[in-house]
């Protein structure tokens, strides 16, 4: 994805045969996504107890097997109002969105799904 983002004029995201989207990959990712993205790892266990604590800290919030991802235009409030929260995260790291965040939004699945 990130060189389909680099080389790519324009692109078409598929899910099971049928076209679900299309454009420039920038424009993709400011349609379907944030400007950045939030990724929160809890040790094990944690995770799945963590039941409605990250509402309201983004625009949205995927929970990945080995990670959360909170997409939101200020991953570093994000991650500072999760703190405020009570929430210790083992690793935090705020990124800008990527095309793979625009294929989970559309698909509902990673891409080694």
């Given amino acids: 994805m990130d060189e389909a983002e680099q080389l790519c004029d324009r692109l078409v995201v598929m899910d099971k045969a049928r076209i679900v989207a299309e ?3 920038r424009a993709l ?3 379907y996504s944030t400007r950045e993205v939030l990724e929160l790892r809890f040790p094990v266990g944690v995770q799945e107890t963590l ?3 990250l509402d309201g800290l ?3 919030v995927e929970q990945l097997p080995d990670r ?3 997409y939101t235009a200020d991953g570093e409030s ?3 109002a999760a703190h ?5 995260p083992e690793t935090v790291l705020v990124r800008r969105s990527s095309l793979e965040d625009v294929f989970l939004r559309l698909t509902g699945r990673t891409l080694v799904e």
């Fill in 68 to 70: 959360i991802l909170v």
């Fill in 78 to 80: 994000a991650a500072v």
């Fill in 58 to 60: 983004g625009d949205r």
């Fill in 29 to 31: 990712i400011e349609r």
């Fill in 23 to 25: 454009g420039s990959p």
């Fill in 51 to 53: 039941d409605g604590q």
């Fill in 84 to 88: 405020e929260r009570g929430l210790r």
